[in-house]
């Protein structure tokens, strides 16, 4: 199944491509796969983070699907 995945700040130099940049990119992944599997998959630092599953806070136990736009944040801070 295709998903898109865009990483943004200082996680987009994790993108696997080695391009950086916060445009998502198109992951094949297999059915059942859960956005703690992709974290894990693009070896993400294990910090806290924000996540959106097609625009919509998400869990990282949250699984997948065909279409899917998974979107990944490190926490917001400053004044």
């Given amino acids: 199944m295709k998903v898109d995945v865009a990483l943004f700040a200082y996680l987009s130099d ?6 950086g940049g ?4 198109a992951f094949d ?3 059942g ?12 630092p294990d910090q806290p ?3 959106f599953v097609n625009n919509r806070h998400a869990a990282e136990d949250s699984t997948l699907h065909e279409g899917d ?8 801070a400053g004044g």
Avoid at 14 to 19: F, I, K, N, V, W
Avoid at 33 to 44: C, F, G, N, P, S
Avoid at 69 to 76: D, E, N, S
Wanted: proline share 8%.
């Fill in 29 to 31: 992944l297999v059915e």
């Fill in 22 to 25: 916060r445009h998502a990119r």
């Fill in 69 to 76: 736009r998974l979107a990944i944040f490190p926490p917001v």
């Fill in 33 to 44: 796969t859960t956005v703690a599997h992709v974290i894990a998959d693009l070896a993400l």
């Fill in 49 to 51: 983070r924000i996540v």
């Fill in 14 to 19: 994790c993108q696997p491509d080695g391009l």
